[in-house]
């Protein structure tokens, strides 16, 4: 029996480095096949926040697609999936998702992951927010979409940029239906 497949995409906005963190903690897993889609922006992203090559940044995953690849198994509802984490999302990705335009595959991916009810987490990098924002989140997540704008948790005293990371990308693999171990969890 093959592994279940999940997407991560990483879109333009800055916090590359929860999609990076992301590609680590299911690699570290091994219990999952991990397709990565990176856009142009997310590119451009990565290399003014992350000393990382292109080289080792699919070394991450097991399948790499490109954005322009709108054929790609994962954009089909064929494609069993547990679902897609996009890490960090653009607010143009943000709007696109929202409006239903499957313009390239980040974005027809996520359309799929919509329609066939499968758990499909934004982690949306912008503030702050205006109005357009707010309701291309709505939108979203009417449609059955979390947004989780990746708000650090600071009840358990991070010490480095890193455990904030961790932790917030933590939170995201879980939503997506998959336990994370090591998680902080509030215990009041």
């Given at each position: 029996?093959?592994?279940?497949?999940i997407?991560?995409?990483?879109?333009?906005?800055s916090?590359?480095?929860?999609?990076?963190k992301i590609?680590?903690?299911?690699?570290?897993?091994?219990?999952?096949?991990?397709?990565?889609?990176?856009?142009?922006?997310?590119?451009?992203?990565?290399s003014?926040?992350?000393?990382?090559?292109?080289?080792?940044?699919?070394?991450k995953?097991?399948?790499?697609?490109?954005?322009?690849?709108?054929?790609?198994?994962?954009?089909?509802?064929?494609?069993?999936?547990?679902?897609?984490l996009?890490?960090?999302?653009?607010?143009?990705?943000?709007?696109?998702?929202?409006?239903?335009?499957?313009?390239?595959?980040?974005?027809?991916?996520?359309?799929v992951?919509l329609?066939?009810?499968?758990?499909?987490?934004?982690?949306?990098?912008?503030?702050p927010l205006?109005l357009?924002?707010?309701?291309?989140m709505?939108?979203?997540?009417?449609?059955?979409?979390?947004?989780?704008?990746?708000?650090?948790?600071?009840y358990?005293?991070?010490?480095?940029?890193?455990?904030?990371?961790?932790?917030?990308?933590r939170?995201?693999?879980?939503l997506?239906?998959?336990?994370?171990?090591?998680r902080?969890?509030?215990?009041?």
């Amino acid at each position: 029996m093959s592994k279940p497949a999940i997407t991560v995409a990483i879109t333009g906005a800055s916090g590359a480095l929860y999609g990076l963190k992301i590609l680590d903690l299911l690699r570290e897993r091994g219990d999952v096949e991990v397709h990565l889609v990176v856009s142009s922006s997310g590119w451009l992203t990565l290399s003014t926040e992350s000393p990382l090559s292109r080289e080792a940044v699919h070394a991450k995953a097991d399948v790499v697609h490109t954005p322009k690849a709108v054929g790609a198994c994962i954009a089909s509802g064929s494609h069993e999936s547990l679902g897609m984490l996009v890490a960090p999302c653009s607010m143009h990705t943000l709007a696109a998702i929202a409006c239903g335009l499957s313009s390239n595959l980040i974005t027809r991916a996520a359309d799929v992951t919509l329609k066939e009810r499968r758990r499909l987490v934004l982690l949306p990098r912008e503030t702050p927010l205006n109005l357009a924002h707010l309701r291309n989140m709505q939108s979203v997540t009417e449609m059955g979409g979390i947004v989780m704008p990746p708000v650090p948790a600071l009840y358990h005293q991070p010490k480095t940029i890193d455990e904030l990371i961790t932790d917030t990308a933590r939170h995201a693999i879980e939503l997506v239906g998959l336990k994370q171990a090591g998680r902080k969890v509030w215990r009041g």
